[in-house]
């Protein structure tokens, strides 16, 4: 079975063009993988971002160039733990037994981190041609993590 963390790698997630070329690495990665490698790979992004799904995580604030702080939606919850993946075992590792450095997943650049989403599935159905079927116990969407949100 490919690491899923191997096949992550790291990035420093400071800006865009930095998440575009680590989803283009991956993307590389994960078109030399087989369809059930890809199945995998998807379970454990999955797991990955449902352990990370906590309120003290979705209440960072977003901040804006202005100054402005606003609260994050739950597709931008979503999206900031896509990039707290993407900057690898390290950092994601701190964030989920600390909740340190978060507040640098959450910058509005960070949303492109989305991709990381629908790579796998993307190769799947190449290599396929169908769709992937993926029966995951764990939830992406945001407060679907039960103990993440407790009080």
């Known amino acids: 079975m490919t ?3 191997k096949v992550i790698g790291s990035s420093s997630v400071q800006d ?3 998440i575009n070329s680590a ?3 991956i ?3 994960l078109n030399a993988m087989t369809p059930d490698a890809l199945t995998r790979f998807v379970e454990r992004l999955r797991e990955s971002l449902y352990q990370i799904d906590r309120r003290d995580l979705a209440e960072v604030p977003v901040t804006l160039a202005n100054g402005l702080e606003l609260p994050q939606t739950s597709d931008h919850f979503l999206y900031a733990r896509c990039a707290c993946i993407l900057a ?3 950092a994601y590792d701190e964030v989920r037994s600390s909740g340190l450095g978060f507040d640098r997943f959450v910058a509005p650049f960070a949303q492109e981190a989305e991709g990381l ?3 796998a599935s993307e190769q799947y159905e190449r290599k396929t041609a169908s769709r992937m079927n993926v029966e995951s116990y764990f939830s992406i969407e945001s407060r679907s993590n039960i103990q993440g949100w407790a009080d």
């Open 88 to 90: 690898g075992e390290r």
């Open 3 to 5: 690491d899923f963390w």
């Open 27 to 29: 993307s590389g990665q």
């Open 23 to 25: 989803l283009e690495r």
């Open 16 to 18: 865009e063009s930095e």
């Open 117 to 119: 989403l629908y790579l």
